[in-house]
């Protein structure tokens, strides 16, 4: 398929940056992917495009996809040499209880992250950009995932990426370039709803069963194509 050989051209030449800024529109976030290695889809993209096809997707089931789990964006990445491969996507989900993470201190930040944590049975830690995320590791249903969720505007953000083997140091650096690149337009004069002391605990299971449900729907479909044209 076209990304698999372009990333064995960009084993053996130097990167001559293809990377796009993804405007998810609605949803006041920025996202770069370099469109060289992944194939990537939005809501606003999938009409007519050529790469649903190639991958053995119709339009009419990316828009359910997107409309079932409150996706914004799904990205993939094939590696060449094996069975392995990395999706990203990302979702938003309206919250109550808080506005924006980053004005919370450490402390709250990992309470909250160990809320989280409990929730999914995982691993967390604090990553930061501009703004705080919390990074959850953990498995589930055969599948190693990170996911990184932070609030901006009362709405809960998760990058969530998984792949059916570990993810490996090279892996974590692909997705943290990604991570990094990510921009939002935070309005930080909106005020918190409760007292910043507060150990509040988000509900965050909906964003859980949705990252699970986009995992089961679009892999599925995904693997079994590159299987076939292998």
């Given at each position: 398929m076209k990304k698999v050989?372009?990333?064995?051209?960009?084993?053996?030449?130097?990167?001559?940056?293809?990377?796009?800024?993804?405007?998810?529109?609605?949803?006041?976030?920025?996202?770069?992917?370099?469109?060289?290695?992944?194939?990537v889809f939005t809501p606003d993209n999938i009409l007519d495009n050529p790469e649903l096809e190639d991958l053995g997707l119709t339009y009419e089931y990316m828009y359910e996809s997107f409309q079932n789990n409150q996706a914004y964006l799904d990205a993939v990445l094939f590696f060449y040499d094996s069975e392995d491969y990395i999706e990203l996507f990302v979702r938003r989900v309206a919250l109550e209880d808080i506005r924006n993470?980053?004005?919370?201190?450490?402390?709250?930040?990992?309470?909250?992250?160990?809320?989280?944590?409990?929730?999914?049975?995982?691993?967390?830690?604090?990553?930061?950009?501009?703004?705080?995320?919390i990074l959850l590791d953990y498995m589930d249903q055969g599948f190693y995932l990170q996911e990184y969720y932070t609030i901006v505007n009362g709405y809960g953000?998760?990058?969530?990426?998984?792949?059916?083997?570990?993810?490996?140091?090279e892996d974590t650096a692909r997705v943290e370039e990604i991570?990094?690149?990510?921009?939002?337009?935070?309005?930080?004069?909106l005020e918190e709803p409760n007292s910043k002391e507060t150990n509040k605990e988000v509900n965050y299971i909906i964003i859980g069963v949705a990252s699970?449900?986009?995992?089961v729907v679009i892999l599925v479909v995904i693997i079994k194509n590159k299987k076939g044209r292998a």
């Open positions: 050989l372009l990333f064995v051209l960009l084993m053996l030449i130097p990167t001559l940056g293809y990377a796009t800024t993804f405007e998810l529109k609605n949803i006041d976030m920025n996202i770069t992917i370099d469109e060289s290695e992944w194939y993470l980053t004005n919370y201190d450490d402390a709250f930040i990992n309470r909250l992250g160990q809320v989280l944590a409990d929730e999914q049975n995982a691993n967390y830690e604090i990553y930061r950009t501009d703004y705080p995320f953000y998760t990058i969530t990426v998984q792949k059916p083997e570990a993810f490996s140091s991570v990094d690149s990510v921009s939002f337009d935070a309005d930080l004069s699970i449900a986009l995992v």
